[in-house]
């Protein structure tokens, strides 16, 4: 009798840590916004990634996206692709620069916007970090 206890508690854990996601290791440590006029070549935007777990970590994606404010949705701005590891310990930047020609998108044109970084792995979104940019202010 305890051994079937004992294999039913043990299968029950086993199917309920499969579907629950995987601690992240990686993290956005910080969102730098360089702007010194809302357009393309006065705009750039560094997301900072970093690895602080033990493992290394293959991120699939890194989305940068913006908003105006809390009212509005959010939307894809920049998307990297890469199948490259983090290794622990290891440090990532991630720079948005849009060429001179390129259209800005138009919440980085506004006074005041907000920035999320959202890290997807293989099973889903890893971790993210929101950023509110105001000229002048650093918000973090």
């Known amino acids: 009798m305890f051994k079937k206890i004992l294999c039913v508690t043990s299968l029950t854990a086993a199917v ?21 006029a809302p357009t393309p070549e006065g705009t750039n935007i560094r997301v900072n990634l970093m690895n602080d777990g033990s493992l290394r970590q ?20 920049k998307s990297w692709n890469w199948d490259k590891n983090v290794a622990p310990g ?24 907000e920035l999320r970084a959202v890290v997807m792995g293989a099973s889903g979104p890893m971790t993210s970090f929101e950023y509110q940019y105001s000229p002048g202010v650093e918000v973090r």
């Open 58 to 77: 293959r991120p699939s994606v890194v989305e940068l996206q913006a908003r105006d404010n809390a009212t509005q949705t959010w939307h894809t701005v």
């Open 90 to 113: 290891d440090k990532l930047a991630l720079d948005f620069l849009p060429a001179r020609d390129e259209a800005l998108d138009t919440s980085l044109q506004q006074p005041t916007y």
């Open 16 to 36: 309920l840590g499969l579907g629950l996601p995987a601690s992240a290791d990686i993290r956005v440590d910080s969102i730098v916004v360089n702007q010194s």
